[in-house]
């Protein structure tokens, strides 16, 4: 019985957590690219507009933020308690539970119902947990059809590219990119197809609607679950999540044990803050809610999948196990300046930015993600995003003290720091980076992540804890 | 050692010991007890749902629909449906025919003033989830009791039992660029017919 305090991170070898390269690595592609900066900093500003404009009509977002975060610290206390609870009232509703210690484990229960319906293709709608187990590999080795039929999932399957933000997968692709995309790739697709976005959207409904129709197997992941009733909820846009929640005979949902919330009257503050912080909308279009499974409504058949997959080893740690409280809005990505001009892809993980560089190292142990808790400036701002108060910032020079630091890291992140930490620099460098722009050579003579950073318009102000400070505080 | 005991284990492991938490506070606003219906078609309006304020709901319904056929549950008020129209009441009906009706008429459990959301609980006047769901235009009716002002008061409403759709607009997408574009999988054109007819005649 010793191993059972053991700490499991994820496996090695599957899934998608880690990348092939170190973040500044990666990120120096991503810095090469002017088009998908623009892109990124078009979608981002346009996101935290809105996301200002909603939250700034409710009078209680600070009261419904701090009982968000109470009742994920709640839920991380009662977790055992929870989950016995969610597992019993989902039994009871005619849903059948599952518990995978990993990936692997997780891959092989979805694979075996899946062929135990005999089907060769499943429909899915965007969930971040089957991304992280790298499902699709999975099912595609055992020769079943994985069909992604979220929008932007769907552009980047067709586009063969890899998601770059949390919510809005293909954001660093600008309206003409997907356009030319869907003229390459989409079978049957009208050749006079415009860039418009409603045109865009409706190719997507006619390639996908037969495939709904046709399918009976979805595959789906969770925002909630609710312990006390047994009920699941998916927070979705377009409709696809209704398509794959309702039409199927058997659905499959893939969840984190991290999601599960006590009680129903939970779901009244978590309602509020999700769309709000996630797509600046007082509500997302569609919200769908089951428990269990309704006779002559929906799929009769339902299975629950509860993942640990390096999440209570992530829970052992209690300055990082807030990380955990992540109800996936990905504000935190769109105020980053890193982000803004790294992109997701440089990240490595299915969870880019902010919240991808305290939450990958936590789940595949911080040796296999060393310079994540780099890939910051420690300014703050996703802290103040985050609608479940998360302390990103306190839980990167947590793992900074706790990871090895690389040579390269320990360069770059020094040369920032200096630079940063002095104001006559800092300005010059700002000047510099629009001088450099006018000329058409982008952040000369900066060192790296700085380079990047500079050859955009809105520097962030100077951070209140320097690199400088931190640095020598170590 | 199964898969449920291991993980259970690692969690109790993982927070064995830890300081109990305080009471989790609930001071956030709950809403007023009564809605306000400008509100609900204020903020129906600003997310392109078409919003009808009328005492003749079949005539609402006739102008709105023309000639095209509606799928209809089992439980919707008769006299809600224009005389003449072809409506095709859902018995079960195959998924094609469900998919190939031109719209669909229902009711709604709960109407959220404040985010412009309705709710649909599938019961008879509303039907089985996927009737709303396949047609590309979608009317519902609403009537003022069924409005309440907050997310939170529509929980203390819904049945939980119940499988519940949330629909605020129509289906629209963020995908392209961060912005919202109407119109993917769900229906296209969503029509609210709020009436303060009673709803038997
Ligand atoms: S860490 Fe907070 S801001 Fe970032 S995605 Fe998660 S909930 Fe949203």
Known sequence: ?474 | MNSRDLILGRIRAAIAGDAPLPTVPRDYRRGAEQPDLDLLVERLADYGVVVHRTNDVAAAIAAILGTGQVVVPPGLPPHWLPSGVRALVDDGLPTDRVAAADGVVTAVAVAVAETGTIVLDATPDQGRRLISLLPDLHVCVVHPEQVVSSVPRALDRLDPHRPLTWISGPSATSDIELDRVAGVHGPRTLHVILTEAPHDH
């Open chain 1, 1 to 474: 019985m010793t191993f059972l305090g053991m700490p499991a991170r994820a496996p090695r070898g599957v899934g998608n957590l880690r990348g092939d390269e170190s973040f500044p690595d990666a990120a120096r592609t991503a810095l090469a690219d002017p088009q998908l900066r623009r892109n990124l900093r078009h979608a981002t500003t346009t996101i935290r507009g809105k996301t200002d404009r909603v939250t700034a009509e409710l009078p209680d977002w600070q009261e419904l933020r701090a009982v968000g975060a109470a009742l994920k610290a709640y839920t991380m206390a009662h977790l055992p308690e929870l989950l016995e609870r969610l597992e019993e009232r989902v039994t009871a509703a005619g849903g059948t539970v599952h518990w995978a210690a990993d990936a692997n484990e997780a891959n092989r229960i979805v694979t075996e119902l899946v062929r135990a319906t005999g089907q060769q293709r499943v429909i899915k709608v965007k969930s971040m947990a089957t991304q992280e187990i790298g499902l699709n590999e999975a099912l595609a080795a055992a020769g079943i059809q994985p069909v992604e039929t979220d929008l932007a999932e769907l552009i980047v399957q067709l586009g063969r590219d890899r998601p770059s933000h949390i919510l809005v997968p293909a954001i660093h692709r600008n309206r003409a990119e997907i356009r030319e995309i869907f003229l390459r790739e989409m079978p049957g697709v009208d050749p006079a197809l415009t860039d418009d976005p409603p045109a865009l959207a409706a190719a997507a409904r006619r390639y996908l609607r037969e495939t709904f129709l046709s399918t009976p197997v979805a595959v789906s992941g969770a925002n909630f679950a609710v312990a006390e009733t047994g009920t699941l909820a998916v927070v979705e846009s377009e409709g696809n999540g209704r398509m794959c929640l309702t039409l199927p005979e058997t659905l499959i949902t893939v969840m984190g044990i991290e999601k599960v919330v006590p009680r129903w009257r939970d779901l009244e503050v978590f309602l509020q803050l999700l769309p709000r912080a996630s797509t600046g909308e007082r509500m997302n279009p569609y919200t769908s809610m089951w428990t269990g499974v309704t006779a002559g409504d929906g799929p009769q058949a339902f299975h629950l999948v509860l993942l640990d997959n390096g999440r209570s080893a992530v829970l052992a740690d209690p300055v990082g196990r807030s990380a955990l409280h992540c109800i996936r809005c990905s504000a935190c990505l769109n105020v980053c300046p890193v982000y803004e001009r790294a992109g997701g892809h440089a990240y490595g993980s299915v969870y880019p930015g902010p919240i991808g560089a305290v939450l990958s190292p936590q789940l595949t142990g911080v040796e296999d993600n060393a310079s994540l808790p780099y890939a910051s400036s420690l300014c703050g701002a996703c802290f103040d995003a985050c609608p479940v108060k998360i302390d990103i910032p306190a839980i990167l020079v947590h793992l900074r003290n706790t990871a090895p630091h690389p040579r390269s890291e320990r360069a770059a992140m020094a040369a920032a720091a200096y630079t940063m930490d002095r104001p006559v620099l800092y300005a010059a460098a700002q000047r510099a980076a629009r001088l450099a722009r006018i000329v058409g050579r982008r952040g000369r003579g900066l060192p790296p992540p700085l380079s990047g950073w500079t050859a955009s318009r809105d520097l962030p102000d100077p951070p209140s804890q320097t690199f400088r400070d931190w640095w020598a505080a170590r």
